[in-house]
């Protein structure tokens, strides 16, 4: 297994540690130390891609696992979000249904031996989600951080939108005929 695969595999490991912190009541600074995870999780989301595309280290696993990694270490949070009452629900189904559309696209192109990368509104998309969810996990006070919070879950939104229809429309022939 190359390194970016390991680092990719490494994020993954972090969302239990990342949800033990954000989840488990009584743990001093917990939000705090969840949103280092998270930040330390995000950071090696960039890495590994950069590292994997430099270094002509570009694996099916890591054009896999990488935006697994990313869907499950977002949608981690933002269902905590809910159970926390700081996000809507609307906006967290609008987004996890996103993910599990791309996913069953990305299946059946993988069905067709195509393998589909990320575009650049949904890279555009994974970003602004992950900053959104710092600022939604360290839950600061302040008209600045919750006015920045408002506008990056609606920025986000409309991302997942964006980058949801651009997606279909580019690889529609994937459904309609097998092929890109």
């Not at 430099?54 to 269902?79: E, H, Y």
């Given at each position: ?32 130390i ?7 999780a ?48 609307w ?18 192109a993988?069905?067709?031996?195509i393998?589909i990368?990320?575009n ?7 970003a ?33 939108v ?5 997606y ?5 022939r994937?459904i ?5």
């Amino acid at each position: 297994m190359n390194l970016p695969n390991k680092i990719t595999v490494f994020r993954v490991g972090m969302i239990p540690v990342f949800l033990v912190f954000m989840l488990v009541p009584g743990i001093p600074n917990g939000k705090y130390i969840a949103a280092a995870v998270f930040v330390i999780a995000s950071v090696s989301d960039f890495l590994d891609g950069y590292l994997a595309r430099k270094n002509n280290l570009v694996t099916d696993f890591g054009k896999f696992m990488d935006p697994l990694a990313d869907k499950l270490l977002v949608c981690s949070a933002l269902i905590c979000f809910v159970e926390a009452g700081t996000m809507p629900a609307w906006v967290v189904i609008l987004i996890i249904a996103r993910e599990f559309t791309i996913s069953g696209f990305r299946l059946v192109a993988a069905g067709n031996h195509i393998v589909i990368a990320a575009n650049y509104w949904g890279k555009a998309k994974t970003a602004v989600q992950m900053v959104m969810c710092v600022f939604f996990i360290a839950d600061l006070d302040g008209v600045f951080f919750n006015t920045s919070e408002k506008i990056l879950m609606y920025v986000a939104a409309l991302l997942t939108v964006v980058s949801l229809a651009d997606y279909i429309y580019k690889n529609r022939r994937v459904i309609t005929e097998g092929t890109k």
